[in-house]
C-alpha cells in the first residue's frame, strides 16, 4: 500500500488546528517547519502515534519540546506512557 501524504493551503489569518489526538499511519511526512507551525497547533496534543512513519523525519520539523508531555507516545511500539 502506498504511503499517504498532507499538503494544505490555508490563509494567513486562519489559525493553526488545534491537535488533541494524531495518530499517523503510513504517512510520508515531509513538512517543513514553518509549514508545520502555520498549520498545527501542537500545545495540546496528549497523544500521537507513528506507525509505519518514518520518526525521523517527523522529528526534522517537530521537535518534541512543541507540545506538552503527551500522556501516549508510539512509533510501532509504546514510546512513553504519562
Known amino acids: ?3 499517504a501524504s498532507f499538503s494544505a493551503a490555508r490563509h494567513e489569518e486562519q489559525k493553526p488546528l488545534r ?3 494524531l495518530v499517523l499511519d503510513k504517512y510520508n ?9 502555520a498549520l498545527w497547533d501542537w500545545s495540546e ?6 506507525r509505519f512513519t518514518a520518526l ?3 522529528l526534522v ?4 519540546k512543541s507540545f506538552p ?3 501516549d507516545l508510539h512509533h510501532g511500539r509504546k514510546l512513553w506512557q504519562g
Open 1 to 3: 500500500m502506498p504511503s
Open 19 to 21: 491537535l488533541h489526538k
Open 29 to 37: 511526512w515531509q513538512h517543513l517547519i514553518d509549514e508545520t507551525f
Open 45 to 50: 496534543l496528549t497523544h500521537l502515534e507513528l
Open 56 to 58: 525521523d523525519q517527523f
Open 61 to 64: 520539523s517537530v521537535s518534541p
Open 69 to 71: 508531555p503527551a500522556e
